[in-house]
């Protein structure tokens, strides 16, 4: 279900496999609860969440007042968060920043609007992986409900795997938490954790990786404001 990457008095940083939900789900324990077990914690809690599909980097906070701390950071939007994605289709740019509002749709999926009131903002960049698959990076810097799901399904390449949003049929969701830095008792700390599961996460997808972006925070991010 996990893999512990750090863990502080204060917190705890996990990489979450795909197809784990963070609360109790039907008849399976939820990994807030099966965390709280395993590390024998008097309390745990969730400060953020990640799709059952998504895999990556996820934070629980150990006492209340972390939560309060962090659940702010993360509200506020002061927390740097990229994600990596596959999809089988280009996209209609290479890179670039997706904004709009969202709006429920059917069957539990959401949709993207022209109107721009309380919008999603999403920047991407994306290179090749192999023939018939493109590896994009996302910065998202609103934290809405799908929202990188949808953006890069409005960009005419939905993430392989994400059937929901018109992605191709494939072994998971190719959708992974990949960074994350947030500040804490006036330290800052930074998270990167690259995708283990999956058949397309494999060496090739690590070579191409390094030399598409080793560091995310450097990359001449797509101007949001203009869009």
């Known amino acids: 279900m996990y893999q512990i990457i750090d863990q502080t008095e204060d917190f705890l940083v996990i990489n979450k496999s795909q197809g784990i939900s963070v609360h109790k789900d039907q008849n399976e324990t939820g990994l807030t609860m099966q965390l709280k ?13 990640l799709d ?6 996820l934070v629980f906070a150990k006492h209340a007042q972390a939560a309060s701390i962090l659940s702010a950071q993360f509200r506020e939007r002061q927390v740097t968060k990229y994600y990596l994605a596959i999809s089988a289709r280009k996209p209609r740019r290479k890179q670039g920043a997706i904004v709009g509002d969202m709006a429920k749709a059917r069957r539990g999926s959401w949709k993207l609007l022209s109107s721009k009131e309380n919008p999603a903002k999403t920047q991407f ?3 090749s992986l192999m023939p018939g698959f493109r590896l994009f990076i996302i910065k998202p810097c609103t934290g809405k409900t799908h929202q990188i799901r949808v953006a890069l399904k409005s960009e005419g390449a ?15 969701v190719y959708l992974h938490a990949f960074g994350l830095g947030f500040s804490y008792d006036d ?41």
């Not at 077990?37 to 969440?49: I, S």
């Not at 392989?160 to 992605?167: A, H, K, S, T, V």
């Open 52 to 57: 059952k599909v998504t895999s990556g980097i």
């Open 158 to 172: 939905p993430i392989l795997g994400d059937q929901l949003y018109g992605g191709v049929a494939s072994d998971r």
């Open 125 to 127: 960049f994306s290179t």
């Open 187 to 227: 330290q800052q700390y930074h998270y990167q954790c690259l995708p283990d599961e999956g058949e397309l996460f494999g060496d090739d997808f690590k070579r191409v990786m390094n030399d598409f972006c080793g560091c995310p925070a450097d990359l001449k991010w797509p101007n949001i404001t203009n869009n």
């Open 37 to 49: 077990d395993d590390l024998k914690l008097e309390a745990l809690f969730l400060v953020h969440r």
